[in-house]
């Protein structure tokens, strides 16, 4: 594929995004799509199939997108739990940004579908899958590295951090005031760094 093409397509996918983001699935049209894309349907289903696998492909470019932006957090911070801490203080400013919704769109779709787009519905639990794994490496590297109690379940942090983020920017599509949604994200990010600081707080003792 060359450039030229992958960045169309991309920037077909930014579209589509925005598109899906704002109206959900069943919602949007083909119609919609063709002005959002400004493609004919037959370039449409060309390059993409249907209407369910350019969803497909959007929520995946889309996950994508926001792990790229976790991982760059957590490459400027030497420490995994003041990564995760920065991260979710990053999302407090969400009512900040110029964004189809505030919620999550793999959480929204995830509420939308059901049986009918199976296909779609698994993409969402694989791709939220995924990063609540990454939450937990996140976490299991913290232990590795002596910051965080191991005697904590890793998994069982990321799934809460997970809920987390979802809650927050659930919260966050309400009609509140971006410093209340700052003031959660805050409190979020305080309570990770508490992991660190207990269990560097519990070294200097048996050092002591």
């Known amino acids: 594929?060359?450039?030229?093409?992958?960045?169309?397509?991309h920037e077909a996918l930014e579209r589509a995004i925005a598109l899906f983001w704002h109206k959900g699935f069943h919602a949007t049209s083909l119609k919609d799509i063709e002005q959002a894309l400004?493609?004919?349907p037959g370039s449409i289903y060309a390059a993409f199939g249907s209407k369910d696998g350019l969803f497909q492909e959007a929520l995946e470019y889309y996950a994508q997108s926001s792990l790229t932006e976790l991982e760059r957090i957590?490459?400027?911070h030497e420490s995994p739990l003041m990564g995760l801490a920065a991260f979710?203080?990053?999302l407090g400013g969400i009512r900040d940004k110029d964004l189809p919704s505030r919620a999550c769109m793999l959480v929204k779709s995830l509420l939308e579908l059901g049986a009918r787009e199976q296909l779609a519905l698994d993409k969402v639990e694989k791709l939220l899958a995924g990063m609540e794994v990454r939450f937990g490496?996140?976490?299991?590297e913290a232990q590795r590295l002596g910051e965080m109690d191991d005697t904590l379940d890793a998994t069982r942090l990321a799934r809460r951090l997970q809920a987390e983020v979802m809650g927050l920017r659930a919260f966050a599509q309400r009609d509140v005031k971006s410093q209340a949604v700052h003031e959660l994200a805050?409190?979020?990010?305080?309570s990770i760094e508490s992991l660190r600081n207990d269990a560097l707080a519990n070294s200097n003792q048996s050092e002591g």
Do not use: G, I, P, V
């Open 74 to 76: 957590l490459a400027n």
């Open 186 to 190: 805050e409190d979020m990010a305080t």
């Open 1 to 9: 594929m060359s450039r030229t093409t992958l960045y169309n397509r």
């Open 88 to 90: 979710m203080r990053q």
């Open 137 to 140: 490496e996140c976490f299991a």
């Open 38 to 40: 400004d493609m004919r």
